[in-house]
């Protein structure tokens, strides 16, 4: 009897032991937690492309996740190349830039097919009415400045940087950021400024003026219908490499813009939560000027493919110097 004891006890203490092997995380045999996936934002409209992951998904796909707001584009870029993110929302000619110079990414998708207004106290008639008048706007050398441009150009209008009005030509003023071009009109020293959602919207409220001009409108007007992709979400190798987060992601993707607009009474204190300057209220007026969708970059490739020539067209450098190869879209 004692025998068969201490043979039952043996086995018992045995199956133990390989119950806490099967549990545990710290060996290579044992079944082991997923990555955390790093989500990196920049303030402002395009983080609306990733609300529904933002407000209500901590884990996908068996990966915890986390989320960033940061400053603006630049800051997204830095994040991209330190490793703080594994996805990132950021322009598309930006994403096209670091593609081209080697840095591990895929285009997954694009979301924001153009949020930038030019807004003032008198409306235009076409664009050959700001000749003559100073205009503000934030970004030199990046979207905006390269939209704005590039409708002058294709009006034949010449421009000039200049923080006074120019006879015959369109004064430039570049300032760092929404508030100084809001600060611009209210004071009358620029005439009109170019903005992003939700800062048109600011300075709609501060300045009393109206929308003049609807940049993707013109530019689509030239390129072509759906060509104003402005920004998408990028993945990096932790990400495309896993076919079942890809699932995840997209499927979240595509039911966000209905969350968006079902949950928009809480979009000002989620973002408010990730430390964005952000403070209007986001409502269907608001949400309709941010042009969000969801359409993979294989679905996309054709129109992005006439964003990038036109800017290739217009200045090689914006997107790194050439059309990135097939490898840069997520198929």
Known sequence: MKKLFALLLALVLSLSLALVGCNDNSGTSGTQSKNTIKVVTPDGAPTLAIYELMHSVTNLDGHPITYKIVSDAQAVNAAILSGEADIAVMPTNVAAKLYNNGVDIKLLSVNVFGVLYMIGAEALSSPSDLVGKVVALTGQAGTPDITLRLILDRNNIEYVESETAVDGKVALRYFSGGPDVIAQLKT???????????????????????????????????????????????????????????????????SNLTYVYDNASTIKDTFARYESSIAINFTSEVLNRCNLRHETASQIKAKLELYYQAILDYDAKFIGGKLPDDGFYLM
Do not use: C
């Open 188 to 254: 009358g020293k620029a005439d009109y400024g170019v903005l992003g959602e939700p800062a048109v919207t600011g300075a709609l409220l501060k300045t009393g003026g109206q929308i003049v001009m609807n940049l993707q409108d013109v530019w689509e007007s030239y390129i072509g219908e759906d060509t104003f992709t402005q920004a998408g979400i990028v993945v990096k190798s932790s990400v495309y490499n896993d076919n079942g987060l890809i699932a995840a992601l997209n499927e979240k993707l595509t």
